[in-house]
């Protein structure tokens, strides 16, 4: 009974193509958010808990490959195709700068202080954005030996990760001397890195393994071969007793950390699932897919309260929550009920 409680997502639509990465931030005093980012150059800000829409960044001129939070949920930042990382307010849905790159930025990430934005892409250059004086030149770590596919920070923000799209392993650069300390080798490109919240390990998806690293000695934890070729993989938070992974063969697969054995399978997407990750308190965890969907899973059984009123496989997907937590979240972002007109138009258009 548990499995097929788990089996019933919050279905959320808006994007009009495929949804390539998620971003869940940390709990904050207003509840935990979800930003997405899609080919379809819109990323979205969403109720984390229960998928409700609050509004759509617009400025981005091509596909938008990452996307990510603040530590306070205050700013957003996104990478694109069209040569530039952008800065949002994540309360107006402002853009509050555009930094210019010289080819596609494919990652981007928030240091934890949140006073600097970390950059990669095709140009295989490792950038860092001031946040505070956006206007000044980032800095230029060292060259990547490949183009950049994901990066993120660690060690109170004194190291920071990368891995590249052509190039197996995931390297580690000293943000102090600048050069690469170490290399964490694997057998295909890594498509998915993930640093767990307490800072203990760092997961990796490539080719059909997922793998686990100490965060801290860079040693091999855990691996596992997946059933097909992964391209997303994330730790539970909380326990760190379970992970989910997602890729060619569209469904979300739930395995217990320890053993690697499957304890859960999750169809619904109707395409390949690009990225998967779990909510900051580890009760569910999110998937995207080449279907332009987002779904939200439930980690336990749902009450019957909640999967009354929470349709998630309804015919229009929507998701009901209080008069008062929509307004309370939605107040200020600017796009309002325009933004969604604007959202059903493009999908009329494409």
Same mark, same amino acid.
């Given at each position: 009974?548990?499995?097929?409680?788990?089996?019933?997502?919050?279905?959320?639509?808006?994007?009009?193509?495929?949804?390539?990465?998620?971003?869940?931030?940390?709990?904050?005093?207003?509840?935990?958010?979800?930003?997405?980012?899609?080919?379809?150059?819109?990323?979205?800000?969403?109720?984390?808990?229960?998928?409700?829409?609050?509004?759509?960044?617009?400025?981005?001129?091509?596909?938008?490959?990452?996307?990510?939070?603040?530590?306070?949920?205050?700013?957003?930042?996104?990478?694109?195709?069209?040569?530039?990382?952008?800065?949002?307010?994540?309360?107006?849905?402002?853009?509050?700068?555009?930094?210019?790159?010289?080819?596609?930025?494919?990652?981007?990430?928030?240091?934890?202080?949140?006073?600097?934005?970390?950059?990669?892409?095709?140009?295989?250059?490792?950038?860092?954005?001031?946040?505070?004086?956006?206007?000044?030149?980032?800095?230029?770590?060292?060259?990547?030996?490949?183009?950049?596919?994901?990066?993120?920070?660690?060690?109170?923000?004194?190291?920071?990760?990368?891995?590249?799209?052509?190039?197996?392993?995931?390297?580690?650069?000293?943000?102090?001397?600048?050069?690469?300390?170490?290399?964490?080798?694997?057998?295909?490109?890594?498509?998915?890195?993930?640093?767990?919240?307490?800072?203990?390990?760092?997961?990796?998806?490539?080719?059909?393994?997922?793998?686990?690293?100490?965060?801290?000695?860079?040693?091999?934890?855990?691996?596992?071969?997946?059933?097909?070729?992964?391209?997303?993989?994330?730790?539970?938070?909380?326990?760190?007793?379970?992970?989910?992974?997602?890729?060619?063969?569209?469904?979300?697969?739930?395995?217990?950390?320890?053993?690697?054995?499957? /304890?859960?399978?999750?169809?619904?997407?109707?395409?390949?699932?690009?990225?998967?990750?779990?909510?900051?308190?580890?009760?569910?965890?999110?998937?995207?897919?080449?279907?332009?969907?987002?779904? /939200?899973?439930?980690?336990?059984?749902?009450?019957?309260?909640?999967?009354?009123?929470?349709?998630?496989?309804?015919?229009?997907?929507?998701?009901?929550?209080?008069?008062?937590?929509?307004?309370?979240? /939605?107040?200020?972002?600017?796009?309002?009920?325009?933004?969604?007109?604007?959202?059903?138009?493009?999908?009329?258009?494409?």
């Amino acid at each position: 009974m548990e499995k097929k409680k788990v089996a019933v997502p919050l279905v959320c639509h808006g994007h009009s193509r495929p949804v390539v990465d998620l971003f869940y931030s940390p709990i904050t005093p207003d509840g935990f958010f979800l930003i997405s980012a899609s080919k379809d150059s819109s990323p979205m800000l969403r109720n984390g808990e229960t998928g409700d829409w609050i509004g759509t960044f617009e400025g981005h001129k091509g596909a938008v490959w990452s996307c990510c939070l603040d530590t306070n949920a205050l700013c957003a930042a996104s990478g694109s195709a069209d040569f530039t990382a952008k800065l949002w307010d994540a309360l107006t849905g402002d853009e509050l700068h555009s930094f210019e790159h010289k080819h596609i930025v494919r990652a981007c990430a928030f240091s934890e202080d949140t006073r600097r934005l970390l950059t990669g892409g095709y140009e295989k250059v490792l950038r860092i954005c001031d946040l505070n004086r956006p206007d000044a030149p980032p800095t230029e770590v060292d060259n990547s030996p490949g183009s950049i596919r994901t990066v993120a920070w660690l060690h109170n923000d004194q190291t920071i990760l990368s891995s590249c799209t052509d190039i197996g392993g995931v390297r580690l650069w000293d943000l102090r001397s600048g050069k690469i300390v170490q290399t964490l080798e694997t057998k295909s490109p890594v498509t998915s890195t993930e640093v767990s919240l307490d800072g203990r390990y760092i997961t990796t998806a490539d080719g059909s393994t997922v793998t686990f690293w100490d965060a801290n000695n860079f040693g091999l934890v855990k691996s596992y071969n997946m059933p097909c070729n992964v391209e997303s993989a994330s730790l539970e938070p909380k326990l760190g007793n379970k992970f989910v992974a997602g890729g060619e063969d569209m469904w979300v697969h739930v395995f217990d950390f320890h053993t690697g054995e499957q /304890i859960g399978c999750n169809k619904g997407h109707h395409g390949p699932v690009h990225c998967v990750r779990f909510a900051p308190g580890g009760e569910s965890y999110a998937s995207g897919s080449e279907d332009g969907t987002i779904r /939200i899973w439930q980690t336990g059984p749902a009450s019957h309260e909640e999967n009354d009123s929470h349709s998630g496989n309804g015919p229009t997907g929507k998701v009901k929550v209080s008069a008062d937590e929509v307004t309370r979240k /939605i107040q200020g972002f600017h796009l309002g009920n325009e933004g969604k007109a604007r959202e059903k138009d493009k999908v009329l258009d494409t």
